[in-house]
């Protein structure tokens, strides 16, 4: 069982370089790759859970800031080592739609007065990549600074 999830195939195919790499790094040639899928799923199925660890942990280990927008609401995150930040601004406007460039834009330029924001702290309570990456399955996206600085301004 993967620590975090299976790739796709298209996932797969699109880090085929990498894979093929991550094989002979583990001393499979190509010819044992085409032996282990006729003859071993079951050892095919656990390089590839493997594999599938190796790249979503590095992607979470190199994630600094992620952001989650819908039409209300927007969250943004920044996440260090040991604690994760959270800025984050609220309306109850029906006209305004965060997830559109226009509602973005009105944000910026006219916000709604009853914008509401706040600010909190957290720490993790398991590992920082396995809760950034349930974070990101529920929703939440990697992203740079911006919304967070942006945010962080306006509170």
């Known amino acids: ?13 699109n880090l085929e ?3 093929i790499e991550y094989l002979v790094l583990n001393g499979i040639t190509k010819d044992d790759w085409e032996q282990l899928k006729l003859n071993e799923s079951e050892k095919t199925q656990e390089i590839i859970e493997l594999f599938s660890d190796v790249v979503f942990e ?6 600094k800031y992620l952001v989650k927008i819908d039409k209300t609401s927007i969250y943004a995150f920044k996440c260090n080592e040991s604690v994760i930040e959270l800025a984050t601004i609220e309306t109850k406007s029906s006209e305004l739609d965060f997830t559109t460039e226009k509602g973005q834009e009105q944000l910026r330029s006219n916000p709604p007065e009853d914008l509401k ?3 909190a702290f957290k720490s993790y309570e398991n590992t920082r990549e396995t809760e950034l990456f349930k974070m990101i399955q529920n929703g939440c996206s990697i992203t740079d600074n911006q919304w967070y ?5 306006v509170i």
Do not use: H, Q, T, W
């Open 1 to 13: 069982m993967p620590k975090y999830r299976l790739l796709s195939l298209d996932e797969l195919s």
């Open 17 to 19: 370089k990498e894979f």
């Open 58 to 63: 590095g992607i979470m280990r190199k994630a």
């Open 117 to 119: 924001g706040f600010k």
């Open 149 to 153: 600085d942006a945010l962080v301004k």
